[in-house]
């Protein structure tokens, strides 16, 4: 499984290591989680995933700054165990 080599401070945007828990530079207390279960992808239906990635960077060649096309490809990586991918997508 890939690791995080780099997490920016969501306040101040100062890098911070994987293990922080407050940031050097704000003071900042670094708590990061996601609102999303793990999806097993075997039970995911392959077709809808692949369709709605397409959506996803459809969206983005017409609009490189769509924030929700990002999250949402971002969410469909996560699911399908790309983490590298998700990092990019929502970071």
Known sequence: MPSVVTLS?????APLRPESTTCR???????ISTNHPR???LSLNKAVID???AKF?????????DET???GLGV???NLGLMED????LG
């Open 9 to 13: 401070c969501p306040v101040c945007g």
């Open 25 to 31: 530079y704000c003071g900042s207390t670094i708590f």
């Open 39 to 41: 999806i097993n992808p």
């Open 51 to 53: 369709e709605n990635i």
């Open 57 to 65: 960077r459809s969206s983005l060649r017409r609009d490189p700054n």
């Open 69 to 71: 096309a990002y999250y």
């Open 76 to 78: 469909a990586y996560f």
């Open 86 to 89: 998700a990092i990019a997508a």
